[in-house]
């Protein structure tokens, strides 16, 4: 079993806070396994939406998740303040895979870290498209830095 | 159908941010109906953490749930940032009834407002008690403006 | 504080099983107070597309929850399997209160009992509308025994 | 960028039906990539408490997630009926990695596939320890067929 070594803030080109919710914690008392994906598909939806490059249901192409994963290295629990760090690991013609890494707020090592694989699609027909120029061109902001 | 006014921020004692997330949204692209109570549990379980009035799994007096409920005046969509009012509308000898409205970060009027209702146990019975005198104190403080 | 009578089997008009999940127990190790709401989605929605009354994103004219509330008797946790029992409270011109009673499977006692009011919209404007004549039917199907 | 095969059923060692919910389906109108996790917890952790390996939150030894990961191959929507087909794809002296297909009800191949590994803790320490006898009796019955 190959364990990926635990990542620090420099695998990463921006940041992003991640508040964290009463049910988020399961009945360990630590933030749910799961519940990581949530603040990846946050994070990474959040920022194509603020750097205007995706408009939910209206635009006509998009990034459809084809892979995810994650490893955990320490845990975490609500009412902590969390950061996702987002860098882009693989820019591809029609896709994009990130390196996401989940930080308590100011934390110098992640306390798990994972990667989010969009697949650009047409929207009417579902079939991968080319990444859109100025999404691409974002993009290239995130590369691992 | 009596249907509740729409509260306005000086209905509330004091304000906590809410940070929507993707999932937040259903397939009508507004925040799902069930995922404003998820704030209001993460609203009021923050700030009596934050107040040092309750330790999850360890305080051995604590409060559990047995009424809640939701009137919706307009939608919101990640990745709106919100914000929760608090206050007590009514302290029993065992039980609060707290009154929160859910408003856009700064917005005059409450997209959604709501109660929720916790009773005090003691943990090993799980038999109401007396709401501890510290806790006591500190709802009086978000008594109804 | 008046609480409702914890209703029984008889106080609905028909049931649909409910599978609980890991994630549904909090740090107190039951179901979450947020959780039953989704089961009351869950129910009425799906009781709804089974009937052939409501096509997500498609139908040109469905239903927005204005107002829910529930009232909470008994925890239950997973993996316990859990009936949902829907009647219909009211019905009006454009909207329909159903009431709703989550149940162990096989109980004779509601654990949870709330209600759930949908207005009847047309889709591009978000304004109300009457009660398709369908779904009106099937409706007073469910009047509360 | 190396996909995995879409597995069939024969790669799983026993199913477990998973119900859906309106909450899965995102603003895409898909269960969300982020839920197809809370399947793979509910069918493991469900899986464990039925065999009476787990008391979740009482058992001294248990399982904490370590590492998951999903490829989805076919998007799903409720009131879709799901199974979750699990079988062991490796099992050391503290861990135990899962492979869990998500299918649609009978259906011939997964719609997703994932992995979810599991490290044995002491629950008073949280430091690995290895897997219960009878925990890995149970699971050496779940190897790939």
Chains 1, 2, 3, 4 share one sequence.
């Not at 990667?115 to 290239?140: N, S």
Request: charged share 20%.
């Amino acid at each position: 079993m190959t364990r990926p070594a635990r990542p620090g803030r420099d695998a990463f080109a921006t940041f992003r806070p991640i508040q964290t919710r009463w049910a988020d914690n399961d009945v360990y008392r630590h933030v749910n396994n799961v519940v990581y994906y949530g603040y990846f598909d946050t994070a990474v939806n959040g920022w194509l939406i603020e750097k205007d490059l995706l408009v939910p249901g209206e635009s006509p192409v998009y990034g459809i998740v084809v892979e995810t994963g994650c490893t955990f290295f320490e845990s975490v629990a609500f009412p902590q303040a969390l950061e996702a760090g987002i860098a882009v690991a693989r820019l591809g013609e029609t896709s994009v895979t990130y390196a996401i890494g989940i930080f308590r707020a100011g934390g110098a090592l992640a306390c798990a870290a994972g990667r989010f694989t969009h697949v650009y699609v047409d929207g009417a027909t579902q079939r991968p498209t080319r990444i859109p120029e100025p999404v691409r061109a974002a993009l290239e902001g995130l590369a691992v830095p």
